[in-house]
């Protein structure tokens, strides 16, 4: 798992792309949530860009999960400033354990499944967290995501990139979700293009992001000479917002 604690304080002011996602998936959803606001669930909620907007909502519940202290209490904080009166709740826990009290009306989580181990074996779980006709709501980026950099490094140094994020296609996306018991009800994609100063700049800021490589071979210094000769400044991040119900749900 990436170490989200040492990148907290910096987070904010480098992820836009997953504001942007968290933003797109919190209006997709919005068609599929009851008028009364119901029991919601922030997987991997980081420093809050979706649990604020969720919690605009004024729902019955919030609960907030997130396997980093530092993430999490950064999100408490705005909660507290924002949201003092609202019922929420926070849990630092890796969600490919977590075991709720109570079960879910929507579930939602946006810029995170790229770093599950074991992603069906979490949706498994997470499909016995959720009230009869709840919907999860999950915010992912697609296979094209940062194609720019991967094409970079491998023309410097003849290697593929490796990361440790895992970024897949939609229809890849849909068919691990309906093995796993989700039938897929709406989904939108877009490209969202970041744009950087410098290579230089644009590498520093991935790196706080956490999603550049985690190669096991350093470049020597003709390929970072070539790789940052190679690199443009502006990057690709596919955005994929998509409302998932569980199978046997009764619409
Ligand atoms: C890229 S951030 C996204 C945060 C937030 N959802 C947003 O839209 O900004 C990914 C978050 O997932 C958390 N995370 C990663 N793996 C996790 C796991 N197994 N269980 C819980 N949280 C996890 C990280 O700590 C981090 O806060």
Request: charged share 25%.
């Amino acid at each position: 798992m990436q170490n989200f604690s040492l990148k907290a304080a910096k987070y904010d002011l480098v992820s836009k792309p997953q504001e942007e996602l968290a933003e797109g998936l919190f209006e997709l959803s919005l068609d599929y949530l009851p008028d009364t606001p119901p029991a919601l669930l922030d997987i991997g909620c980081g420093t809050g860009h979706l649990s604020l907007d969720l919690a605009s909502l004024f729902p019955k519940s919030l609960d907030c999960l997130d396997i980093s202290k530092e993430m999490l209490s950064i999100c408490k904080e705005k909660l507290q400033a924002n949201f003092p009166n609202i019922k929420w709740q926070l849990f630092e826990n890796d969600a490919e354990n977590f075991e709720p009290n109570e079960k879910y009306d929507a579930i939602y989580c946006s810029a995170t499944i790229q770093w599950f181990d074991n992603l069906p074996a979490f949706l498994a779980r997470a499909k016995k967290w959720m009230n009869q006709n709840g919907i999860l709501a999950v915010g992912a980026f697609g296979e094209k995501t940062l194609c720019e950099l991967h094409k970079a490094y491998l023309e410097a140094t003849g290697r593929q990139l490796e990361t440790k994020a895992k970024f897949y296609s939609l229809d890849k996306l849909k068919s691990i979700f309906k093995k796993s018991g989700f039938e897929l009800e709406e989904s939108a994609e877009c490209i969202y293009t970041q744009s950087f100063e410098s290579p230089i700049a644009a590498l520093k800021t991935l790196g706080n992001m956490g999603v550049t490589g985690v190669s096991k071979k350093p470049l020597n210094r003709e390929e970072a000479k070539k790789l940052k000769e190679s690199l443009g400044t502006n990057f690709s991040w596919e955005l994929l917002a998509m409302i998932f119900r569980g199978k046997e749900s009764s619409l």
